[in-house]
């Protein structure tokens, strides 16, 4: 009986991540069918997972007849700034708030989060109005800004929770060597801080990849228009290319799961961490 435990107890723990990964994994695996799937497949009474036959037509229309690629660099330059701005403001918030003597910090910190807990759709009006007096419509900047707000109280969250698990010890050495504390924060808690920036920047670099409802609202022209926005343009009034659409969910999917795979160990030893204060 005791051997059997051991056993059932793998059993478990592997189908369970099978089933996860199946859960996870199948919308994107299909998308990746459907990519290489002729229309006149698309539409036809029984689907059919494997492509027959096998062709790039879709991956051809997005890049040479719809300009994908413009919507791909504005969401790169869209992501990665919102990405620099929000590590750098929340590490200066989360360490003021984590190693400096604030008073009423956990208020704060409450105050932070409660910034996220407001429904987008009830701020989408409010915005379009301030970016639309400010002349930042149809720019990167707005949807920047915009982002940067929306995903500034997460990042300066998950930070905070990692800075606290850092010892105390390591400023009061950095104190007596003469260190500064702005030299306290970007030479030493920083470098030692590198698994929770990954995961946080990771995390903000995702969501500003993917949100689609600002995008729509601030920008109108394909010069400022993220790739969300340029997958909806895809479709008109009569016609929906499922195939188009599939490659092009594929092109912007594997950017972000090679990021995942490649900072894998940093997000799992961010997440770990930044939960447990020793």
């Known amino acids: ?53 096998f062709t790039w037509e879709h991956y051809r229309n997005i890049f040479v007849e719809k300009q994908f ?12 700034l919102t990405t ?38 009830a701020l989408v009006g409010p915005l379009y109005l301030v970016a639309a007096n400010l002349g930042l419509l149809d720019t990167f900047a ?22 606290e698990t850092l010892p105390r010890e390591i400023d009061e050495a950095a104190r007596m060597d003469g260190v500064s504390t702005l030299g306290l924060l970007f030479r030493i808690i920083l470098p030692m801080s590198l698994p929770s920036l990954v995961t946080t920047g990771l995390l903000a ?29 895809f479709t008109n009034l009569y016609y929906v290319p499922w195939g188009d659409i599939a490659a092009a969910s594929v092109v912007v999917t594997v950017p972000l799961i090679a990021l995942v795979l490649v900072f894998q160990r940093h997000i799992i030893e961010g997440l770990t961490q930044g939960g447990v204060k020793e």
Request: aromatic share 16%.
């Open 142 to 163: 707005g949807l920047v800004i915009t982002y940067v707000a929306l995903g500034l109280p997460l990042v300066t969250w998950v930070l905070f929770g990692y800075f």
């Open 205 to 233: 670099f995702i969501a500003a990849w993917n949100e689609f409802m600002f995008a729509l609202a601030f920008t109108s022209t394909i010069e400022h228009q993220t790739i969300p926005v340029g997958i909806a343009n």
């Open 1 to 53: 009986m005791n051997e059997t435990r051991p056993f059932l107890h793998s059993f478990v723990l592997y189908l369970g991540g099978a089933l996860i990964l199946l859960w996870s994994g199948g919308p994107f695996v299909w998308q990746l069918s459907t990519s290489f799937q002729l229309d006149r497949e698309l539409t036809a009474g029984t689907p059919t997972f494997f492509p027959d036959p």
């Open 69 to 80: 690629q413009d919507y791909v660099i504005n969401s790169v330059i869209v992501a990665g």
């Open 84 to 121: 620099i701005v929000c590590l750098f403001i929340g590490a200066l918030a989360a360490f003021a708030l984590s190693r400096l003597d604030v008073k009423g910090r956990f208020g704060v910190l409450g105050l932070i989060l409660s910034i996220s807990m407001f429904p987008q759709i």
